[in-house]
């Protein structure tokens, strides 16, 4: 058990409301990279949807979780245990990351937004989120960044 355990089993399986919106702006399902992927709430609604995924995630544990969903179709999945600052992702039409980027440290961060950029098809998007100055999880400490 790691100390993402309790946050795993809090979090439910419904995807995040900004990748909603993403996948709607979207005439076709291609490829896309999801970072911090976690259990795969994301990564299934791209997968039901007709996407290839790339999960990407640090925690071992997020990647046996996500293996063993049942409501998934593994053989679009490619996943992959790294920190995102070591990861690798081919040129894609999305990156997803949900409440995963705060967590990259600082001085690592404008280089992996440049990947994560770069690594973007022409008509590619991302979506994702950050942590507000008001958030719980963005606390003295904690690698909540300010990008260049």
Known sequence: MTDWSGFYDATGDEP???????????EQAGLAVDLGSGTGRDTAELVRR?????????EQEAMVRLAGRRDLDHSQVTAQVARFEQATWPAVDLVNSSFSLP???????GDLWRRIVDS?????????????????WGVAGRHVLNPD
Do not use: N, S
């Not at 995040?16 to 979207?26: G, I, M, Q, V, W």
């Not at 973007?120 to 719980?136: A, E, I, Q, S, V």
């Open 16 to 26: 995040r409301a900004t990748l909603l919106d993403a996948l709607d702006r979207f």
């Open 50 to 58: 007709g996407w290839r995924v790339i999960a990407i995630d640090g």
């Open 103 to 109: 967590f990259v440290p600082a001085e690592d961060f």
């Open 120 to 136: 973007l098809r022409p008509g590619g998007r991302f979506c994702g989120h950050l942590f507000g100055d008001h958030d719980t």
